[in-house]
């Protein structure tokens, strides 16, 4: 009886969701033939404020994605994973400031390549996700529709960074080469079905994580660019 109500709440969600993304402007940072020329025309300030509003929706849209998981899936005993931030995180090898005073501390130019970063690094995780949702026998059509356009939509959200560090920084980016000793890849052996719950809840914990931190760097860095005298908030 449970399950039913949570799936008729969140069928409601969806109508809303829909209607909401429906009216997100997109990036459109390629053409026909995998250019970058449409985001390269738009100035730079209408560029960043594209780019973080993709960085709102993915991160809204992931912790919709695991309140849902949370709801259909884990036993209410380990709902506090949540609040413990999950337990294996895979990006945190990289060098990304997490406190708010090494946040403060780091440049433009770092901010927009810790971005890139977390972007990247959450690209064949979320793949990966997509697949084993697929799985689940009782898996709602919203929560693997969210994963599916979360994924999607890292892929514009790398795009207009990568043409924002060439606009604001006036350089080239850091190719993936330059990751490859921090990147592992996201591939595990099939465990039991506790086991892949929970492994599938940590992963949306900890990208929700991650989305928020994508989303407050690119804040920092608007706040940076508008010359205010405060932006001790982010």
């Avoid at 993709?54 to 709902?79: G, N, Q």
């Avoid at 939509?153 to 490859?180: A, C, W």
Wanted: proline share 5%; with cysteine.
């Amino acid at each position: 009886m449970n399950r039913v109500k949570v799936l008729q709440a969140w069928l409601w969600c969806v109508s809303l969701w829909s209607c909401w993304l429906s009216h997100a402007i997109p990036l459109d940072c390629k053409d026909e033939t995998g250019s970058l020329i449409q985001c390269t025309s738009i100035s730079q300030e209408k560029l960043l404020d594209r780019v973080i509003q993709h960085a709102e929706l993915i991160y809204r849209v992931s912790e919709e994605s695991c309140t849902l998981f949370e709801d259909m899936f884990v036993p209410y005993p380990l709902h506090a994973l949540r609040n413990q931030g999950g337990t294996v995180w895979h990006t945190k090898p990289f060098p990304i400031p997490g406190s708010k005073t090494e946040i403060q501390q780091i440049s433009d130019k770092w901010l927009l390549h810790s971005v890139l970063m977390l972007v990247q690094s959450w690209m064949e995780p979320l793949i990966y996700l997509q697949t084993t949702l697929n799985r689940y026998d009782d898996a709602p059509d919203a929560l693997l529709n969210k994963t599916k356009w979360v994924s999607d939509k890292l892929l514009s959200l790398e795009q207009g960074v990568v043409v924002l560090i060439r606009k604001m920084l006036d350089e080239g980016i850091l190719t993936p080469s330059v990751f490859e000793h921090t990147l592992t890849p996201y591939d595990e052996p099939s465990p039991e079905v506790l086991e892949s719950i929970l492994r599938d809840y940590n992963l949306l914990i900890c990208f929700k994580k991650d989305a928020h931190k994508m989303e407050t760097f690119l804040k920092l860095l608007k706040c940076r660019q508008s010359n205010k005298l405060s932006c001790l908030s982010y």
